[in-house]
């Protein structure tokens, strides 16, 4: 069936704009993982400013414009462009897009067994979308008013008043759209088209996580929505929405109708952004315990603990967010409630943790490529989720707020966390997706490499902001801590550039492979659930004969079961 | 003479209150290194242990582990005495327990611009004359309303923060245009400057000496460049600063302006 309806779709249909949410899930992998690519690259050049403060770099003037670096000297707006884009494209046009977008769109339909999204053509409106918003981020550079240089937090006045904004609001408006649209088609899908037998708690753990962040992008990202029309109508309306009155800028009144609050955006935009951080990180969880199961050949440890774990995590999401405004001029009452959330919130998180660490007890670990993404996910994440602890408690993020600890902090969790887990997840479905394996020995270098550059990169930030350094600077050796700790910049910057070439065997790697990789079957990992029970590549229509389940995800080294692992739709004996 | 007081973990502290900020980071990060030695052993054990070899089958059988239980107990508890024990009530004495006037606290305002800190000195008579948004200009940065007779005496003064030791400061922070942060690294004090508010702070410093204020939130192109200088006098020293600019330099600008 699916074949003949393959045929009748000409190229653009078929590669462009297609309805199949592999081909969507590929698009988004794509598009995403060169965001990721291009927001690293904004930061390789921004940590020379930092390393190596007022060097000019004549080459660099030709490339960004003598605008934005005369004579190959990077200007303070130019950095703080840098900064605020390096932020939004890694968050929103990189890693959320590939962990959801990317993996969610490809594999979730396969592993319920589905035949494709429940909505194939919004399918299609989420990543068209997404990929506008992505085109205003970029072109945003080209305006005559430069790129967003607010943070990628835009805290009003500032973000008011500072120019590139207003294309700022408007791509993230696509954005959000884009994850609207996304996050309705995962629930439905989800909900609606299991396979028979697929009961909630036969569900692979991955499958789980995308539910739940799903629902966090539903109901956290609509608030951000509200506020970037509300910081689009204060920019382009002459509104007052985060305004307060008797402004006075380079000691001129603004002229203004006042009385609006600059809080009520950062309120707005932390309901958003802490969920956000869930939305992160629960993907890479699913991806990591899907190859940490299929690697130990082993069931997981407290399959059901992990699953309530992450429920419980989404919805304690949603009330920790004034955590990141302690220093705001918050009361005792607030800082109360904010701080105690903050340490419950981390009880979840240890027990996914811990559920992931014991499940190695008894296993027979093999050391695949993805499984060694997967193993540093662990001791990396429990780094990003340790140095939370005092940044969460109001005494010692007095010293800590705002510094080099905050962006080492979440860089753990998001960069050698949830990085380590997408790469590990696009070496574990690469050959579901091509048929073919990627190369062992690439991938090792990748893995070596990435993990060792990624500590020495972000392992300094800590002494930094131990250290009393802010964030956001552009030439800390301003102050006299600053230039104390100068020497931990650049051993942080020269990290980040060997970083950058050891991405190199990864693409070399990922498109050598499409090609010349090595031809495998549709199983290769000798893994149990449904995705792998297509065909590699799957047809349109992913299976070729309706799966049913017969049992729970992770069926591994059975003792009744002679192969070693009984997939999800092996027919009981 | 800064290079010699700063190491490679928490700047010096003068405060009264800081050791208090110090000793919960400290402790915390005693509780991460425990916690993560402790996990990493038994995580590095599994790698090795539990390799894959010829011979060796994983177990489908899942180990019954109550000792992960308990330790999420414990770290919970320990989060619970973190919390309760000494974060709640070092917030409590920052935000709350203020200086009272007995203590003859040194009352100051602290207006944050586009990139500077101005400092506001009430003088002698102990009352800050009014400001105006409307009167702030290149040399009146904070509108200070000469016409008023309590600005008098008013000394204003520009990334230059100078307060006596062992004496109480109380600060109000108010802002002229964007959300900025107070921060002085060596007093454990930071705080968010957020126009259209005006939020008070305290401190008091046991050392004197030479250190630095900086900006800890993105406040725009120069943000990086946002610091002023702190200097810690005696009293003595601070007193005899005091009356010499608030008594004699203000009267000529003020006279200057006429």
């Given amino acids: ?573 | 003479m800064l290079d010699s007081l700063y190491g490679y973990w928490l700047p010096p502290d003068i405060s009264t209150h800081g050791y208090q900020v110090d000793r919960l980071i400290n402790v915390i990060h005693w509780f991460m290194g425990a916690i993560f030695v402790g996990w990493g052993i038994f995580f590095t054990y599994c790698l090795i242990r539990f390799r894959a070899r010829p011979g060796h089958r994983a177990s489908h059988q899942l180990p019954k582990a109550k000792a992960s239980k308990w330790s999420e107990v414990c770290v919970a508890a320990f989060e619970a005495v973190l919390l309760i024990g000494f974060s709640m009530p070092v917030w409590a004495q920052i935000k709350n327990e203020f200086p009272t006037e007995e203590q003859k606290p040194l009352h100051l305002r602290i207006v944050a611009e586009q990139f500077a800190w101005n400092f506001h000195y009430p003088g002698a008579d102990g009352e800050f004359g009014r400001t105006a948004p409307e009167l702030m200009a290149a040399d009146n940065l904070i509108g200070l309303d000469y016409d008023d007779p309590a600005a008098a005496d008013d000394l204003v003064t520009n990334n230059d923060l100078r307060i006596p030791v062992d004496r109480p400061i109380i600060c109000d922070l108010t802002s002229k245009d964007v959300i900025h942060s107070f921060w002085i690294p060596v007093m454990r004090i930071k705080q968010d400057v957020i126009p259209g508010m005006k939020i008070p702070i305290w401190f008091q410093a046991t050392q004197t000496g030479d250190y630095q204020v900086a900006c800890a939130q993105l406040c725009g192109n120069n943000h990086y460049n946002m610091k002023g200088d702190l200097t810690v006098y005696s009293a003595a020293e601070f007193e005899a600063w005091y009356a010499d600019m608030a008594g004699g330099d203000d009267e000529e600008e003020e006279e200057e302006d006429e």
């Fill in chain 1, 1 to 573: 069936m699916s074949g003949e309806h393959d045929h009748e779709l000409g190229f653009w249909r078929k590669y462009v704009f297609s309805i199949d949410h592999k081909v969507i899930g590929i698009q988004y992998t794509i598009t995403a993982l060169l965001f990721l690519l291009f927001g690293f690259t904004l930061m390789m050049v921004m940590r020379f400013q930092l390393a190596y403060p007022g060097t000019e770099i004549p080459f660099l003037a030709k490339i960004f414009g003598e605008g934005n670096m005369p004579g190959g000297l990077m200007l303070p707006e130019f950095y703080n462009q840098l900064g605020a884009m390096h932020g939004t494209i890694m968050v929103f046009l990189g890693v959320v897009p590939l962990a959801v977008g990317g993996f969610g769109n490809y594999v979730m339909p396969l592993q319920i067994g589905a035949p494709d999204m429940a909505f194939p053509r919004l399918n299609m409106a989420s990543y068209w979308v997404y990929f506008l918003g992505g085109v205003i981020m970029l072109g945003s550079f080209f305006l005559p008013s430069g790129a967003a240089q607010s943070g990628w937090t835009s805290y009003p006045p500032l973000s008011n008043i500072n120019p590139g904004q207003t294309a700022w609001l408007f791509g993230m408006v696509f954005l959000i759209t884009s994850s609207l649209l996304g996050s309705v088609n995962f629930i439905v899908t989800i909900i609606q088209l299991r396979a028979e037998g697929l009961t909630f708690f036969r569900l692979p753990f991955f499958v789980w996580a995308q539910l739940v962040t799903a629902f966090l992008l539903l109901l956290a990202f609509p608030p951000l929505e509200a506020a970037g029309v509300l910081q689009l109508m204060d920019r382009l309306a002459g509104t007052s929405f985060f305004m307060p009155s008797g402004l006075v800028v380079s000691n001129q009144v603004l002229d203004i109708a006042g009385e609006g609050n600059p809080l009520l955006w950062q309120h707005l935009f932390w309901f958003l952004a802490h969920p956000e951080v869930y939305v992160l990180i629960l993907p890479a969880m699913g991806i990591v315990a899907e190859i940490l199961a299929n690697n130990t050949r082993k069931p997981l440890w407290g399959y059901r603990s992990l699953v309530y774990a992450t429920i419980f995590l989404g919805f304690m999401s949603f009330i920790v967010w004034a955590h990141h405004m302690f220093m705001t001029g918050m009361g005792t009452t607030m800082s109360a409630f904010f701080q105690t959330t903050t340490m419950i919130i981390s009880v979840p998180s240890v027990i996914i943790l811990t559920a992931m660490v014991i499940s190695l007890w008894g296993a027979s670990i093999r050391y695949t490529v993805p499984m060694l993404f997967a193993i540093a996910f662990l001791p990396m994440f429990a780094i990003g989720g340790l140095t939370g602890l005092p940044l969460g408690l109001t005494a010692s993020d007095i010293h800590l707020h705002d510094t080099y600890y905050v962006i080492g902090h979440f860089h753990f969790v998001v960069a050698p966390g949830t990085l380590m887990a997408l790469f590990g997840g696009i070496y574990y479905w690469f050959p579901k997706v091509t048929g073919r394996l990627m190369n062992n020995m690439l991938g090792k270098l990748h893995f070596w490499g990435t993990l060792i550059f990624m500590n020495v990169v972000f392992m300094p930030m800590f002494l930094q902001g131990m250290h009393s350094v802010s964030r956001r600077l552009y030439d800390q050796t301003v102050y006299e801590h600053g230039k104390d700790v100068q020497d931990l910049t650049i051993a942080s910057s020269w990290g980040a550039w060997c970083l950058g070439i050891a991405q190199i065997p990864f693409i070399i790697n990922f498109f050598a492979s499409i090609f010349a990789g090595k031809k495998v079957g549709s199983n290769p990992w000798d893994a149990t659930t449904l995705e792998w029970a297509a065909p590699s590549p799957p047809p349109h229509g992913n299976f070729e004969t309706e799966p049913v389940v017969y049992r729970g995800p992770y069926e591994y080294s059975p003792p009744e079961d002679p192969t070693g692992f009984s997939p999800q739709n092996k027919a009981p004996a």
